[in-house]
């Protein structure tokens, strides 16, 4: 299990999660200013990063479909080259390497470095992941 | 006139908070230039602001990082309503005069009753393997279907493809919400509130969002923890927080006033 407070437990530290987390938070939730605000608010534009929905659909069942088959594969032995290399390139990608690397602790400063490093692929992968999930 | 009216700025609004806060010099806020955090107060309740520049589209991964990382410092030491990310107002004085003297009692309150407590979110992950073998030792259809592809051509075995992978989505959702609904019970009495998330992944096995009393943290991590022991190699959890309550915070004016 990996808990990540905020760095250093209550009270201290920046962002406790990646990106995908925030954008699963600040999106869609918290107070809504124009409920309050009519006259002054400014129609800022926001760059569209839509709320990840998980839609079932044919690619979802294949894709299920494909992993059960592959179970007693995986069963028979360790896994192979491909999945090796895969793993690996999956993993050095920002984003992606959370999904990956789950039930690895991280602390949430060594988080934050790696993103400072990879944003521009992670703001990518993210893109892609929500399309995956249609 | 505030400096907010200048040509080309606005001020972006991050949260609610008691009128007794203070900020740190060298916290920024969103932007590609950001300016200095800065707190707005009126009566009891007060806003956290700084200046944002209207020539961009806020929404980089850099904006979102900061609006929830302000917050969630926030969160941890003091109450704070949490508002949606993007809010921006015409100038310093709109912020008193049409967001906190009109809802002044109503922040207050909403104010009070989050002292101490902050949000938490639990998520939980099916590890694929483990949660495939349960459903088709479970599914006897499922089993059957599997084998059958086995024998299959690639082209004639997309029917059954589709039919097998639908039956074991449905046995995913299935497991979501037992799991969900179990560990919901045992975070109950941890909790002040919860609030069940949707799923953001077709193997989420639980996403939920709770406020919690603070000084309840540990206990809180306990009850997380027993449940990841007991659902090792088959649940892959993670606790965040402490955070501001975005989960929890709803206007009762839909409308303003």
Known sequence: MTVQPATGGIGRGPSPSGLADVIDTILDRGLVIDAYVRVSLIGIEILTVDARVVVASVDTYLRFADAVNRLDLAAAGPPGLPEVVQGVKQGAIGDKSKEIAQGVLEAAGEKLRDYVGERAEEREETRRRRREER | MGVGTEQGVGVYVYGLVPEDVEVSDDALGVGDEPKELEVIRHGKVAALVSEVSLDRPLGTPDDLLRHEGLLDATAAEVPVLPLRFGGVLASREAVVDELLAPHHDEFAAALKEMEGRAQYVVKGRYVEQTVLREVLEENPQAARLRDQIRDMG????????????????????????????????????????????????????????????????????????????????????????????????????????
């Open chain 2, 154 to 257: 690639e082209d004639a075995a997309r029917d059954a493809r589709i039919a097998l992978g639908e039956l074991v989505e449905r046995a995913i959702t299935a497991k979501r919400q037992t799991d969900t609904q179990m560990l919901l019970e045992a975070l109950t009495p941890v909790s002040a509130l919860s609030a069940v998330r949707e799923p953001t992944h077709e193997l989420d096995a639980v996403h939920l969002a709770l406020l919690v009393e603070k000084e309840r943290q540990a206990k809180l991590e306990e009850v997380v923890g027993d449940f990841a022991e007991r659902w090792a190699g088959r649940v892959e959890f993670r606790l965040l927080g402490p955070m501001a309550a975005y989960d929890f915070v709803m206007s009762s004016t839909p409308g303003g006033e």
